[in-house]
Structures are given as structure tokens and as C-alpha cells.
Nanobody, 114 residues
């Protein structure tokens, strides 16, 4: 059984930073990519950032230049460093791991006050 454990969410003021972590454990035969999605109230879940097994990163336009995704392959852990946070970044952030199957974390709340 695969588990994704997220941490690092919280309440911050606009302009501040947060770092999210997601550690994957269990039987994951091969991880192709790891990423972060978010879902704000009343909106669809959207891709925020994704990093491939080779280290190639993708970012949504709304977070480019402010967020940085990284991974520790030895620990099956993915990080999301978020700087210059805005109220529009307020959402539940979900970790995603793609291998032979796709796995999701339970989500961590990020709230940015103005």
C-alpha cells in the first residue's frame, strides 16, 4: 500500500513563504513524476508544479518565478518552495505521484491573508 504524507501547510501573510513536503512510502515500483496540485473553494483542481524522474520541472504560469519544485529521489520525497505568496494561492495543496498507478495525498491547507 502506498502512502503520501504531506506537511508544511499553514496560514501566512501575503509576501511570505512556505515549504511543502510530501514523502511517499510503500510499494512504488517506479516513480515517473511527482507533483503538486491545488484546489481552491469552488474551483477545479489544477496542476501547480511537476517534476519528472529526470528532473525536468513544469510550472503553472501563475506560480512561475515564485514556486520551486524539487525532489529527493532516494527518499521518494517532493518539495514545493513557495515564495511571494498571494491570497490567490490560498487552496488545499495535494501531492501526486505517478508511477504504474497514480497516487494522491490527503491535502494540506495553505491560507494566505492580505
Amino acid at each position: 500500500q502506498v502512502q503520501l504524507v504531506e506537511s508544511g501547510g499553514g496560514l501566512v501573510q501575503a509576501g511570505e513563504s512556505l515549504r511543502l513536503s510530501c514523502a511517499a512510502s510503500g510499494s512504488i515500483a517506479r516513480i515517473l513524476a511527482m507533483g503538486w496540485y491545488r484546489q481552491a473553494p469552488g474551483k477545479q483542481r489544477e496542476l501547480v508544479a511537476r517534476i519528472s524522474s529526470g528532473g525536468s520541472a513544469y510550472y503553472a504560469d501563475s506560480v512561475k518565478g515564485r514556486f520551486t519544485i524539487s525532489r529527493d529521489s532516494a527518499r521518494n520525497t517532493v518539495y514545493l518552495q513557495m515564495t511571494g505568496l498571494k491570497p490567490a494561492d490560498t487552496a488545499v495543496y495535494y501531492c501526486n505521484v505517478d508511477g504504474l498507478s497514480s497516487y494522491w495525498g490527503q491535502g494540506t491547507q495553505v491560507t494566505v491573508s492580505s
